[in-house]
């Protein structure tokens, strides 16, 4: 079963507009990732957050990470049309493979 | 320079064949993996690899066999084709495993007809 699980399923919002998705999972982790995946093509990692930290940022991406509710977000800043794909977070349980959420879709609309 | 490569890009064809995906990565990384994407875009892990030993082995059907031959190639090969194998299967590279992100290929889609 897939481990993660995120929210929204589909978002679609306007260039400039913030873009928040959340994340939950189930275990234990020693880690947690965030993907994005254009349309046909394969998922580029954009950000590891490790289970000892809370927050983490990388240009336009904010993470942050709750282990007690387990759970975690993705925020995307003044998005761009370009920013329009789907994200995925993915755990790290100390497994020595990556297990995916299920992905919310993004659009950005111009 | 293209870190991981995976062909064929597309692959078409008729229930009953055997097919192989190559993939290789020149980052230097010890650790390779396979993932299956079914049409709903759930990402599932089919095998991984460490300095060409096997490491996870999911429940996948004995069709499917991965050979390592050394440390930068993972490839994949595919018998008796049925039609529940169509999906786009992704090859991923990390530096040991469980510490860093992974680096994906672009992507093989199989269609079986």
């Known amino acids: 079963s897939q481990q993660g699980e995120e929210d929204p399923q589909a978002l679609s919002i306007q260039e400039g507009e913030n873009a928040t998705m959340n994340c939950s999972y189930k275990?234990?982790?020693?880690?947690l990732q965030w993907y994005r995946q254009n349309s046909g093509r394969g998922l580029v990692h954009l950000i590891l957050?490790?289970?000892?930290?809370r927050e983490k940022h990388s240009g336009r991406l904010r993470v942050t990470l709750d282990t007690s509710k387990k759970s975690s977000s993705l925020l995307i800043t003044a998005s761009r049309a370009a920013d329009t794909a789907s994200y995925f977070c993915?755990?790290?349980?100390?497994?020595?493979?990556?297990?995916f959420g299920a992905g919310t879709i993004l659009r950005v609309k111009s | 320079d293209t870190a991981v490569s995976q062909t064929p890009k597309y692959l078409v064809t008729q229930m009953g064949n055997d097919k192989s995906i190559k993939c290789e990565q020149n980052?230097?990384?010890?650790?390779m993996y396979w993932y299956k994407q079914d049409s709903k875009k759930f990402l599932k892990i089919m095998f991984s690899?460490?300095?060409?030993?096997?490491?996870i082995n999911e429940t996948v059907p004995n069709r499917f066999s991965p050979k390592s031959p050394d440390k930068a190639h993972l490839n994949l090969h595919i018998n008796s084709l049925e039609l529940g194998d169509s999906a786009v299967y992704f090859c991923?590279?990390?530096?040991?495993?469980?510490?860093?992100?992974?680096?994906f290929g672009s992507g093989t889609r199989l269609t079986v007809v």
């Open positions: 991923a590279s990390s530096q040991e495993a469980g510490y860093y992100g992974y680096t």
């Open positions: 275990t234990s982790i020693n880690n």
């Open positions: 957050i490790r289970s000892n930290e």
């Open positions: 993915a755990t790290d349980a100390a497994t020595r493979k990556l297990v």
């Open positions: 980052l230097g990384h010890d650790t």
């Open positions: 690899y460490n300095n060409k030993e096997l490491i």
